[in-house]
């Protein structure tokens, strides 16, 4: 999950055709799908096909492939082929129009709801029960993503957080240590900055994603929404200390709005520290910067905040090979030690709580601090409408204060009078 604002706006349209083609087709009340004993082109005791859709491309794909291949190995009763498709929500809804869907999906767990909404996707609830299977092993923020009215539409597959990544050399030059805190990552930031004629070469912190609000409104104590999920929550004083923050970084000149555009600046050792996920690592291992990796600082009063984002696997309603589908979905998501080979290949962590715990990433100073942000880390919110309030509302607003066009108070009253209006519509 690179980016915490979703792409859910552009599918509106196809979700409302689609729509009215899955009124006649229902939800299973059980698990979904067709038994995986027959459909087309599969007969009693040949190996039956499972197809397998996602979104990733190019080295993902082969990643996916690679996994697939080996759960294929590893029994031989199913044989998963993975399907690339380039907006795999757009071309799922299309083909449950058609009647033509995969048996299994690598999913954006934040689209759960909406496409449950839709009765796109089929609950897993009977297979659960049947295998036994344990929910507790995976982390429960993960898990609640693909919970929806008490039903369970899939599992938990791959999670990320933002953490504090810092370059260890423009640190050990400024005699600084890796900040716990806002005030020492201020500090730090101001140490580690480098200006050449009052212009910033290298930034002592990257304050480039205004769309990471809601990590910082956590480790000020705040809350994005009310208590009843109606009325937007973040124009508020901590919400206040957010923004006032930034701007003191902004007015000691660590960083300048647009720095470092263009290219991975802290791979450039350009930049002293920046929130970033586990995604980043393999390209700072290509470019051989010196780096760590911390936790996320600690707001004000102490608090602390991550947001947690990844992917899990769904069985559209409709799937010919649901019980394929499940199969190797078990295999994966169940079994840490395929977890643990999977992140190996790829260098995603496992949702699974014993696999994250593997001595593969605890032990590995590039992923410790992550595993660590896990047992905190938050998913956004599942209040309808939140996703636009982000998009359309707040991020705005967020980015016309980092560019001095509004102070704080302008910001957050605007976003605040847009989002209620969202959450109003959506309710």
């Known amino acids: 999950m690179k980016n915490p604002v979703r792409r859910l706006v552009a599918v509106g349209a196809a979700l409302v055709v689609a729509s009215a083609a899955l009124v006649g087709c229902g939800g299973s009340g059980g698990s979904g799908g067709s038994s995986g004993s027959g459909g087309d082109g599969q007969k009693s005791g040949a190996v039956e096909d499972v ?6 491309s190019g080295a993902q794909a082969k990643q996916l492939e690679a996994q697939a291949t080996a759960f294929n190995d590893s029994q031989d009763k199913y044989h998963v082929t993975y399907v690339a498709k380039e907006a795999v929500e757009e071309s799922l809804l299309t083909g449950l129009a058609s009647g033509r869907v995969p048996d299994v999906v690598l999913w954006d767990r934040y689209n759960t709801p909406l496409y449950v909404s839709k009765n796109a996707l089929a609950p897993v609830d009977d297979y659960l029960a049947k295998d036994g299977v344990d929910v507790k092993q995976f982390y429960d923020q993960a898990l609640s993503e693909m919970v929806v009215g008490g039903h369970t539409y899939g599992l938990p597959l791959l999670v990320d957080n933002r953490s504090l990544y810092y370059n260890q050399t423009l640190l050990d030059q400024a005699g600084a240590k890796p900040p716990k805190t806002w005030d020492e990552l201020k500090a730090v930031a101001e140490k580690t900055a480098e200006h050449n004629g009052g212009k910033i070469t290298k930034a002592g912190f990257a304050l480039s994603d205004p769309g990471l609000f809601s990590m910082w409104l956590s480790q000020a104590g705040g809350s994005m929404y009310d208590g009843s999920g109606t009325k937007t929550a973040f124009n508020s004083a901590q919400g206040l200390d957010v923004l006032n923050f930034w701007k003191g970084l902004l007015d000691a000149n660590v960083y300048k709005l647009g720095f470092g555009e263009g290219a991975d600046a802290f791979a450039q050792g350009d930049v002293a520290m920046k929130y970033d996920g586990p995604w980043a690592l393999a390209d700072l291992e290509k470019a051989k910067v010196s780096y760590g990796i911390a936790q996320p600082a600690t707001g004000p009063n102490g608090d602390k905040g991550a947001i947690m984002g ?9 799937a010919k090979n649901a019980d394929g589908a499940w199969a190797f979905m078990k295999w994966w998501a169940t079994q840490p030690e395929n977890g643990v080979n999977f992140a190996k290949i790829s260098g995603w962590i496992p949702a699974n709580r014993e696999a994250a715990n593997d001595p593969y990433f605890t032990q590995n100073p ?11 880390a938050k998913v956004r919110s599942h209040v309808p409408g939140a996703s636009d309030v982000e998009s359309k509302a707040l991020i705005p607003a967020l ?13 957050l009253t605007e976003a605040q009078q847009l989002g209620d209006k969202i959450l109003a519509d959506s309710n």
């Open 51 to 56: 197809q397998f859709w996602g979104s990733w």
């Open 310 to 318: 990844g992917f899990g696997l769904v069985i559209p309603n409709g």
């Open 366 to 376: 590039s992923y410790a601090a992550f595993i660590q942000t896990m047992e905190y």
């Open 399 to 411: 980015e016309k204060f980092l560019a001095g066009e509004e102070t704080a108070e302008q910001a």
